[in-house]
């Protein structure tokens, strides 16, 4: 599972790092990493069963006790900071997303803010 997280994180700052160049490239990217997390989102299950499993047997005084410790930690951790990995990834496609409907909006309107300025309509000093 180590091995998993490990390339899965790899793959994630490999492949999903492009936040287009546009609202609609934004969007699919945006898209893309939604499905990579689908495709992800079952190992969550299996990672937090074997964290389940490994804290049980801590708790029973398994004869392996300091290995399992070790182990579940290491697991925990590297899980935790995919995860935040996973999230931040998505907070950057959803303000990827954002910034390009901002940013085409603004577009949009340059021509109507020019032409206001250019016939006087909007001050041109705060005085």
């Keep these: 599972?180590?091995?998993w997280i490990e390339t899965t994180a790899q793959s994630l700052s490999d492949d999903h790092t492009d936040?287009?160049?546009?609202?609609?490239?934004?969007e699919i990217n945006k898209q893309a990493f939604h499905n990579f997390q689908s495709q992800i989102s079952g190992q969550y299950q299996e990672i937090s069963r074997v964290i389940t499993v490994g804290e049980r047997l801590v708790g029973s005084r398994h004869y392996a006790l300091d290995v399992m410790q070790?182990?579940?930690?290491?697991?925990?951790?590297?899980?935790e900071r995919f995860s935040r990995i996973v999230e931040d990834r998505n907070n950057m496609f959803e303000l990827s997303v954002v910034f390009h409907d901002w940013q085409q909006k603004f577009f949009l309107h340059i021509d109507v803010w020019s032409e206001a300025c250019?016939?006087?309509?909007?001050?041109?000093s705060t005085g």
């Excluded at 070790?70 to 899980?79: A, F, I, Y």
């Design 1 to 3: 599972m180590m091995q």
């Design 70 to 79: 070790v182990g579940n930690k290491k697991l925990r951790t590297s899980w």
């Design 19 to 26: 936040i287009g160049d546009s609202l609609s490239s934004a």
């Design 118 to 124: 250019s016939s006087g309509l909007v001050p041109s």
